[in-house]
């Protein structure tokens, strides 16, 4: 059973990685890293700490990572980010607070503590901006060889983006910071746009969570129907939304259902293709490439596990 501290910037998307995470055995996690990007870095960390509460899972810590981008001093919430999201970054749907703090701790030791405690065994999923693993890497640079693996939701290799014809959201709000992390040696793996887009999730889905007739079953069927809905709006030929986040999730339980490429990888940082995840041409001759790039993926048996993971979870 692999260690996982998940780094969300919770929203919607988060919020079903959150809770898929929590569903599989294969996986223990350890810690919540709130971030910014879909919402702000402290709305982040209180919707992961009310999402833990509704899921029964109080013992799990949540702390703060960065609140901006590494070369930036502040950050602005897109204003589509709150249109696809909800103002809350959980659809507008109003669930119970968390009593408890989130921790003193920043994210960034946090991460950096239980690397040295877990080593090969931890799994970093990170669904949000890259800012506080390359900050990770800047503050301890041995992580690049002691973490066992690192999976990203983010960038876009052989698509368009979604903020701009090169990048993708995740990857645009911290392009320095993708590019630190991708240049390091660290092993990731990214799972982008190229596959999460594939991977559906409609009303009839959700509908099996109503009917487990439970309040976290069918709160979750209220945020993620938002979501759908507006698909619907942004997207209508995909005919539902996309399981961006959870799918990066499903990638690291279920690597087989997805075709890699290995690449030594890099994100521009300047001109109009700011924030392009594409290949290192000065690398091409290089061996032993520490990224690989979900190219293709076995979509209906990942929505599938997905979404049937988390009706049981909610049955329980």
């Known amino acids: 059973m692999k260690k996982v501290i998940l780094s969300l910037d919770t929203g919607i998307d988060d919020a079903m990685a959150l809770a898929y995470t929590i569903a599989k055995d294969e996986l223990d996690l350890i810690g919540v890293v709130g971030t910014y990007g879909n919402v702000y870095t ?11 509460k509704m899921l029964g899972k109080t ?7 960065n609140d901006h ?35 003193t701790t920043s994210g960034i030791d946090f991460i950096i503590e239980a690397t040295k405690k877990y080593g090969k065994d931890l799994l970093v999923i990170a669904t949000g901006p890259m800012t506080d693993l390359a900050l990770v890497l800047q ?13 990203i939701m983010g960038g876009a290799l052989t698509v368009r983006g979604n903020v701009s014809p ?43 969570w109503r009917e487990t007739q439970t309040t976290v ?26 399981l961006h986040d959870p799918a990066a999730v499903c990638a690291a339980i279920h690597p ?11 994100c ?11 290949g290192r041409l000065e690398d091409l001759r290089k061996a032993k490439p520490n990224v690989k790039v979900a190219i293709d993926i076995e979509a209906d048996k990942v929505s599938r596990d997905i979404c049937d993971s988390l009706e049981e979870l909610f049955r329980k």
Do not use: C
């Open 42 to 52: 402290e709305q982040g960390a209180k919707n992961a700490l009310a999402l833990l």
């Open 268 to 278: 521009e940082t300047e001109g109009p293709s700011r924030g392009r995840t594409i």
């Open 59 to 65: 013992d799990i810590p949540v702390f703060l990572g």
């Open 139 to 151: 503050k301890y640079p041995t992580f690049k060889d002691e973490i066992g693996q690192v999976v």
């Open 69 to 103: 981008a590494i070369d930036q001093d502040h950050f602005d919430r897109m204003e589509v980010s709150a249109d696809i999201h909800g103002e809350n970054g959980i659809g507008q749907v109003s669930i119970p607070a968390a009593r408890r703090p989130v921790e």
């Open 217 to 242: 079953g069918e709160k979750y069927a209220d945020i993620v129907d938002y979501y759908i809905h507006i698909y619907d709006k942004y997207s209508p030929y995909l005919h539902g939304g996309s």
């Open 256 to 266: 087989e259902w997805f075709t890699f490429l290995s690449m030594h990888l890099t």
């Open 166 to 208: 090169y990048a993708e959201a995740n990857i645009n709000q911290d392009p320095l910071a993708a590019k630190i992390l991708f240049e390091s040696g660290t092993p990731v793996i990214m799972v982008g746009l190229d596959v999460t887009m594939k991977t559906p999730i409609g009303l009839a889905d959700t509908q099996k």
